[in-house]
């Protein structure tokens, strides 16, 4: 691993697809679409940990309150069954 001036460490496609869990065709898409910060180097395409961390916080998905998520609400076809407890079935 590469050294940048800030002394902040550099990762090319394959750590930064690792580390975001994702394939590096993926993460190549990503970048075509300037959908995530990168770093050009010639030919070399690299990333800084600070710009994946941009790019996971940008696309994470906040939880709402249970009392807004309509906890309380029957859903249709579950005669009083909370929604939020129906939500949480499917996920297994």
Same mark, same amino acid.
């Given at each position: 691993?590469?050294?940048?001036? &800030?002394?902040? #460490?550099?990762?090319?496609?394959?750590? !930064?697809? +690792?580390? @975001?869990?994702?394939? %590096?065709? $993926?993460? $190549?898409? @990503?970048?075509? &679409? =300037? !959908?995530?910060?990168?770093?050009?180097?010639? %030919? %070399?395409?690299?990333?800084?940990?600070?710009?994946?961390?941009? $790019?996971? @916080?940008?696309? +994470?998905? =906040? !939880?709402?309150?249970?009392?807004? &998520? #309509? =906890?309380?609400?029957?859903?249709? #076809?579950? !005669? #009083?069954?909370?929604?939020? &407890?129906?939500?949480?079935?499917?996920?297994?």
């Amino acid at each position: 691993m590469q050294e940048s001036p &800030a002394g902040e #460490g550099l990762l090319d496609v394959s750590q !930064a697809a +690792t580390r @975001l869990h994702v394939s %590096r065709s $993926y993460l $190549y898409q @990503l970048v075509e &679409a =300037k !959908a995530i910060e990168h770093v050009r180097l010639g %030919r %070399r395409l690299l990333f800084t940990e600070a710009q994946l961390q941009a $790019y996971v @916080l940008a696309n +994470t998905v =906040k !939880a709402e309150p249970m009392s807004e &998520a #309509g =906890k309380y609400l029957p859903a249709a #076809g579950a !005669a #009083g069954a909370p929604v939020a &407890a129906l939500r949480l079935e499917g996920r297994r």
